[in-house]
């Protein structure tokens, strides 16, 4: 049954994970060469698109398994 600690708790561990997220898509968008999102919107470069894709895939996977313990 769900309770209210439930439902917060499920909030709160989804509101730092999208954190987590962000912050750590930002940071290797900074430390790849050039502007990550120039290259996907005005050059329509698919390999960089695939990159970016794959990295937040990555990143997702390694969130929810550290939040599923």
Same mark, same amino acid.
């Given at each position: 049954m769900l309770t209210t600690d439930t439902i917060l708790a499920t909030l709160?561990?989804?509101? @730092?994970g999208i954190l987590i997220? @962000?912050?750590s898509f930002v940071l290797v968008?900074?430390?790849?060469?050039g502007e990550l999102w120039r290259e996907i919107i005005e050059r329509q470069n698919n390999a960089v698109a @695939?990159?970016?894709?794959? %990295?937040? $895939?990555? $990143?997702s996977? $390694? $969130?929810?398994?550290? %939040?599923?313990?």
């Open positions: 709160l561990y989804a509101g @730092i997220f @962000i912050v968008d900074r430390l790849t060469p @695939i990159l970016a894709g794959a %990295v937040a $895939i990555g $990143i996977t $390694i $969130i929810a398994a550290a %939040v599923h313990g």
